[in-house]
């Protein structure tokens, strides 16, 4: 499990990092102290979790993830052998996070959310925080494959007058750097225009520079190295890749339709992101590609986004321990240019169906 740095702090982070989303909801704390287990004994020692879990966000259940990892570090004494991230919700009209209000990126807010999350994770600080998504109004994911009226500027006529200036959200992250609560500062969901200037603001000196940006990234959706690849690259942010089995859609479990009981689509109907037109054919094309190279269409996926030369760290997840176990195997894979050739031969026909 080798290592590799995160932007250009001092935090090595593993080449999988273990996502936490299910935790709570699909799978119980046991299960996750089990894949936690499983994960730290194969050499992995990043943890990805988010004030908004677990999946799908709910009032009644938003927050169990947290402490669920909380309480695996307790039992375990391993705070300082975890490498941590959480986030912070973007601008919601939910109002369970902050007390029956809406929620945006202020001041008030984002202590509210990392305060919460530092007691619910027993913990005075957090390796990496991060913003989930922008305040600012622009499509989901940040990187559609097309765009219609661009939103205005915040100072520009039509805005809306209460949308946070990006200036004013770092400045708070500033304040958490130097209160010892956070290390690090990260995105997500974000686009190139959001990652610079977030960064023209840290080279003002407005607040801390941006480590790492968490993008959704697999074979049915490469979005990220249209533009923010070159920026991550040349400014030394890392990525950050979820989804890498595009919600299992790339595990083959869904092929043809197929909906088994006790998966997440079956259960909770949230997979619209891969089941846009053309893309069950240019899903089941990946996932048939995979076995014939003798390859787990799990395996061949997970093992496609890690062996990505901007990749810092492959966000995996899981529900059950074969599952993980697939998972984290995948960092084994020789990824050859065979393959690579194969996976940009369909790509150049069927493009990113799921942004």
Known sequence: MHKRRLGRTDLLVTQICLGSMTWGQQNTEADGHAQMDLAFSRGVNFIDTAELYPIPPKAETQGRTEKIIGSWMKAKGNRDKVILASKVVGRTANSWFRGDRPSQLVRADIFDAVDKSLTKLGTDYLDLYQIHWPERDIPWGANPTRVGAVA????AVGAPADETPIAETLAVF?????AGKIRHFGLS????WGVMRFLAEADKGVGPRVASIQNAYNL?????EVNLAEVCEREQVSLLPYSPLAQGYLSGKYDHGARPQGSRSQLFNRGQRYETPNAAEALLEYNELARTFGLEPALFANAYVSSRPFVTSNIIGATTIPQLEMALSSVDVVWT??????VDAIHQRVGNPCP
């Open 337 to 342: 240019e065979e393959m690579q050739k194969a």
């Open 152 to 155: 205005p500027r915040a100072d």
């Open 220 to 224: 049915v959706n490469r979005t990220f």
């Open 174 to 178: 500033d304040e958490l750097v130097k």
């Open 189 to 192: 969901n974000e686009s190139s």
